[in-house]
């Protein structure tokens, strides 16, 4: 018997054959008919128009314009037609024309708009850029937010996840130095959506997690980006969240011959509202360029058939940050002592390089070969760290050692009353270095009613730490028996931190602390992506009735892998205090004075005086084994869909077939054997051995079918309603595929091979009204049933309990285990508007603005007996957006300002330790000046109010802060232009 699989691909190859057939052959054309080919354009820009709609009025048949801005009609019966044409923001065009049978009827069209004979400051990018985005999201077949870069002019970073939360859905998910680090999509953990690029997956340098990070592209090689949150059967069904796809530059839409545009500006990062590092304040200035060129040129005979565009990007990309994280006892009453605070300054010079290259040959007027790639790296050689910690080690469960008369602002610890009690000094300085490279090929040929298309592309990643710094590494000493004091009446983010030696002990002599650890990073991972597809639709008419059939398949292959090589040394000499740095200085608001090691001197030290350190083989022995791992995942996919309109009545339906096969290997600690001499390397060695043994493998395989369905009724031409059916799936993290500890600067993640697959179905409404000139209002709402969801679960401390095992050098932080639950839903709605308001008197003509917002509604069962409402972790209830551009003349203006508001982190089955994101806002703020057509001075402010992130851990106790992080804000100015 056969199985669903088999015959589901059967199906989809004779449907493929069939269609290659159709084109291989020629085409019994209907006698005494023939064909309408032509090309849109913006006649004030100069560019051709993608998108546009084409109406054939006595047949009532329509066609959009493609990436060149072409349409075509074909089997048109010989006759007089009207032909009319529509884009957002332009004046609508009509044309009377004839087809002859058997010949080829061209009919191009320049449209226009009242809009470019006023003054000559209301022609700005952002309109068209604007209009754009409508356009594309007026002629989706599905629920669909799209952003043209163009509408937002300068952007700081360059990057384009800051774009992407400016869309109605879309969240931050910040990295801990002030950077967006993912998105997240109607709430949605960043590991549940898929980003691509031009519709091929996208390595990420994270390696065994499927959250894209944005940190080391650049938006200067796109020209659009485009979320889309209902699935339809040619998209992957990996997108619980939704897909986030971004299109790359293409010169075929010029009618100039070439084109540059260039950006230089020097990035500032200021304390005007605060203070930052002192030793980010020492290197507060980094250079920002971009270059972009883009050329038409003659080949092979053909005219402009040869597109060219090349980008190129720098960006010292500086940023730092002061933290202050505390730790409170593990209960919901009150008052609850704080048992562990600890204090960090970092700075991070991120050095940014990309190029990228597209070129489109036009092989015919039916054919186009497209070939693309793309290289970016980014290096760390300047990250510094400097951490104090004061803490009573297993204090969160037993706080017999606290001072009697703690309050909720105020704990106290005695000196000389435990050696638990511990005040550490750590140092940091370690290399990154990202590389990216992704190739892609596409081949489309699209004759009369037939298309197909194909695509390969690769995509790597890699990361090297320390691999190329030598003199790198953390090292930390700590001092027993401290006495320390921390109250937080005065400021909860910057508690004050008294400390007191034990007897004949000074907190500022090295000499006088006891322990001492270096240890060096040497670690690396590699992600790599293959994926293939190919295409085929066909395209005909039932009398007024239009068809679309579509068909097709994809493969794509998934490797991950990481490496390791740490090493870990104990000090053993007797004068530490030659290692200080005396330059080391932190942030003056912690009122702490310490003396910092020279992370440097240090690690030369372990090879120039090897007799004063000792090198801990079981940490060695242990970490290339837990480091070392791969994954390998094969998904076949198949669909097939079709797409028709009845009356005002659209509608997109089909299936897709995916079929998911996963294998990873990995070492497993079996055993925890009693201890052996740490020093001894081959008695390490045969220890973790016997812990460990032989390399394990794990093999998963499930197979999957995604219907989905999408009606859009237009009430008229500017309103319409969307409803849609989709299905999709979250696939574990890699990182969850193999037993495993991932070690962060607070917590560790340990893996669940155990873990299960989350499907979801989703149900979509929309009404959107469009509006002249270039304005669109929507309401949308949303629901998703989840099945098996997916959530991180604490589930205690290294150091205490079950994880006393763990090392010591690890102790305070939280484990964190990811765990299946039952069954959860996602309500929520958006509303959005964007409009320019050209209708306004006087100089206020050039103003437009923009508003979104979002609201969720979450509950889940997590599998232990409790369910909760809107506590679904990572889950981000309420975000709102808003900004306003001002033009008037020469100059440019905008304002925006970002809502997330506040949410579970980390759900743990004790409320006392659920941890909670803090709600936050940032304002971002941009002006600039055309000095002439060839340059404008800018300058971009972000995060201009210097909000901090916040976290606190216990359920209804919003006043137990455990994490504040100052990023500070960041001014840069230049000049760009065009030429």
């Not at 297993?394 to 008369?405: D, F, P, V, W, Y």
């Not at 691999?467 to 009446?489: C, E, H, N």
């Not at 285990?817 to 996602?826: D, L």
Request: with cysteine; net charge negative.
């Amino acid at each position: 018997m056969k199985t669903l699989s088999t015959l589901f691909f059967a199906q989809v190859r004779l449907a493929l054959l069939l269609a290659v057939c159709c084109l291989a052959l020629p085409a019994m054309a209907q006698s005494g008919t023939g064909s309408i080919r032509g090309r849109v354009a913006n006649e004030a820009t100069g560019d051709y128009l993608v998108g546009a709609s084409v109406e054939l009025r006595e047949l009532r048949q329509s066609a959009l314009t493609d990436a060149s801005g072409t349409y075509e009609f074909s089997k048109v019966p010989a006759g007089k037609y009207t032909l009319q044409v529509f884009y957002t923001g332009l004046d609508a065009a009509m044309r009377e024309i004839t087809v002859t049978a058997e010949a080829e009827t061209g009919a191009d069209f320049n449209l226009q708009a009242a809009v470019y004979k006023l003054e000559k400051f209301v022609v700005t990018g952002d309109r068209e850029g604007d209009a754009v985005s409508i356009t594309r999201q007026r002629n989706a077949d599905n629920v669909k937010n799209v952003l043209a870069l163009d509408a937002f002019g300068s952007v700081a970073n360059e990057d384009p996840s800051d774009l992407l939360i400016r869309l109605p859905g879309v969240t931050p998910y910040m990295g801990d130095e002030g950077d967006v680090f993912a998105v997240q999509v109607r709430g949605v953990d960043t590991q549940l959506n898929s980003v691509t690029v031009d519709g091929n997956r996208m390595s990420t340098s994270g390696a065994m997690t499927r959250g894209f990070r944005y940190g080391n592209i650049t938006a200067v090689a796109f020209e659009e980006l485009e979320v889309i949150k209902a699935p339809t059967p040619d998209l992957d069904a990996d997108s619980i969240g939704g897909t986030i796809n971004m299109k790359t530059k293409s010169a075929l839409t010029m009618r100039d011959r070439q084109r540059l545009t260039y950006k230089v500006g020097v990035q500032w990062l200021h304390d005007l509202w605060g203070e930052q590092p002192p030793y980010a304040q020492r290197h507060d200035m980094h250079l920002t360029s971009a270059l972009t060129y883009q050329g038409l040129f003659d080949a092979f005979g053909g005219k402009k058939n040869l597109a060219i565009t090349v980008s190129g990007f720098y960006f010292d990309n500086g940023r730092s940050y002061s933290a202050t994280t505390r730790n409170y006892a593990y209960t919901l009453d009150a008052p609850a002592y704080n048992w562990d605070y600890y204090t960090k300054d970092l700075y991070n010079l991120n050095r940014q390089q990309s190029l990228t290259l597209k070129v489109d040959y036009k092989m015919g007027k039916y054919t186009t070969l497209s070939v693309g790639g793309m290289m970016a790296n980014a290096t760390q050689d300047q990250k510094m760290s400097y951490q104090t910690r004061a803490y009573l080690n297993g204090g969160g469960t037993n706080g017999s050692q606290i001072n009697a008369g703690y309050t909720d602002s105020f704990t106290e610890v005695s000196a000389n009353k435990t050696s638990n009690s511990r005040f550490e000094l750590e140092t940091s300085s370690n290399t990154y270095v990202e590389k990216m490279q992704q190739m892609q090929v596409d081949l489309v040929r699209k004759k009369g009613p037939i298309t197909i298309d194909a695509s390969g592309a690769y995509s790597t990643t890699t990361v090297d730490v320390n691999s190329y710094d030598p003199d790198g590494g953390t090292i930390f000493t700590r001092m027993s028996s401290v006495g320390w004091s921390l109250d937080s009446s005065r400021s909860k983010a910057f508690p004050t931190l008294k400390m007191t030696a034990p007897t004949g002990k000074n907190m500022q002599n090295l000499n006088d602390y006891t322990t001492t650890q270096i240890s060096k990073d040497d670690n690396g991972r590699e992600s790599q992506i293959y994926s293939a597809s190919l295409n085929a639709e066909y395209k005909a008419h039932a009398g007024y009735v239009p068809i679309l059939i579509k068909v097709g398949a994809r493969y794509r292959q998934q490797i991950a892998a990481t490496t390791g090589g740490d090493r870990r040394w104990d000090y053993a000499g007797t004068d530490l205090a030659a290692l200080q740095d005396y330059g080391a200085a932190i942030n003056p608001q912690y009122g702490i004075d310490a003396p910092f090691i020279d992370i440097r001197a240090a690690s030369r030290d372990v090879y120039e005086n090897p007799a004063a350190w000792r090198e801990d083989y079981e940490f060695y022995e242990q970490y290339i084994r837990r480091d070392d791992r791969d994954l390998r995942e094969d998904v076949r996919a198949a669909y097939i869909m079709g797409r028709t309109k009845l009356g005002r009545l659209g509608v997109v339906a089909g299936v897709r077939f995916e079929d998911t096969h996963a294998r990873a290997q990995g070492y497993v600690r079996d055993l925890i054997t009693p201890g052996t001499d740490k020093y001894n390397h081959s008695q390490q060695a045969a220890r973790a051995e016997s812990e460990y043994g032989p390399m394990q493998v794990f093999e998963n395989d499930y197979s999957d079918l995604f219907p989905s369905v999408h009606f859009t009724y237009s009430f008229t031409k500017n309103i319409l309603f969307r409803a849609s059916y989709s299905t999709s799936i979250g696939r574990p993290t890699p990182s969850n595929l193999i037993p495993n500890m991932a070690i962060a600067s607070d917590y560790i993640n340990l893996g669940n091979p155990d873990l299960l697959p989350q499907h979801s179905d989703n149900y979509d409404l929309s009404f959107e009204w469009y509006f002249e000139p270039v304005g669109q209002l929507s309401f949308g709402a949303f629901q998703k049933n989840l099945t098996d969801f997916s959530y991180t679960n604490t589930t205690g401390v290294a150091g205490q309990d079950e994880y006393a095992w763990m090392d010591d050098s690890l102790n305070g932080r939280e484990i964190r285990t990811p765990k299946n639950g039952g069954n959860a839903r996602i309500r929520g709605m958006e509303i959005s508007w964007r409009q320019q308001l050209t209708f306004l008197p006087g100089f206020l003509k050039g103003t437009s603005v923009y508003a979104n917002y979002t609201r969720l509604e979450t509950e889940g069962d997590y599998g232990d007996g409790q369910r909760s409402e809107n506590q679904l972790p990572k889950f981000v209830p309420e975000s709102f957006n808003m900004g306003f551009v001002f033009k008037y003349m020469n100059f440019w203006g905008r304002i925006s300002s970002t809502y997330t508001g506040e949410y579970l982190d980390n759900y743990s089955s004790d409320p006392s330790q659920n941890r909670y994101k803090c709600a936050r806002t940032i304002c971002n703020a941009s002006v600039s000046y055309k000095v002439n057509k060839f340059m404008t001075l800018f300058c971009d402010m972000t995060n201009i109010f210097d909000t901090p992130q916040e976290w606190y851990r216990a359920t209804g106790h919003p006043e137990r802060l455990v994490y504040h992080i100052e990023n500070g804000p960041k001014l840069t100015i230049g000049v760009n232009g065009r030429f």
